[in-house]
Nanobody
Framework: QVQLVESGGGLVQAEGSLRLSCAAS????????MGWFRQAPGKEREFVAA????????DYADAVKGRFTISRDNAKNTVYLQMNSLKPEDTAVYYC?????????????????????WGQGTQVTVSS
């Protein structure tokens, strides 16, 4: 089990940028596939991005492809989500999630049930 703490959320104007961080502790970070999800008010939680254990493979939701970038630093036990060209519809609570797993491919990690550990979330609000 790994503990996850997100940070970096806040209020930003449309077309602005934010970088979210998720710090992990209590586990061997390099063994975990990491994902970002978000939940807007009144909506279900949805997949945003995922990254393989070594950081060489990524997957993105269509809604954020080309605007968001997921990355990780295994030496710092941290995964990042760089968000550019933000839109009001990106407003949500953003969660990071972890799964100790070797496999990474296709859309396998787009489902929240694949993940074992979750952070508490960080609020991102984009004003128009």
């Amino acid at each position: 089990q790994v503990q996850l703490v997100e940070s970096g959320g806040g209020l930003v104007q449309a077309e602005g940028s934010l970088r979210l961080s998720c710090a992990a502790s209590g586990g061997t970070f390099s063994r975990y596939v990491m994902g970002w999800f978000r939940q807007a008010p009144g909506k279900e939680r949805e997949f945003v991005a995922a990254i393989s254990r070594g950081g060489d493979r990524t997957d993105y939701a269509d809604a954020v492809k080309g605007r968001f970038t997921i990355s990780r630093d295994n030496a710092k036990n941290t995964v990042y989500l760089q968000m550019n060209s933000l839109k009001p519809e990106d407003t949500a609570v953003y969660y990071c999630a972890a799964k100790s797993y070797i496999f990474f491919g296709g859309s396998y990690f787009r489902t929240e049930d694949r993940y074992d550990d979750w952070g508490q979330g960080t609020q991102v609000t984009v004003s128009s």
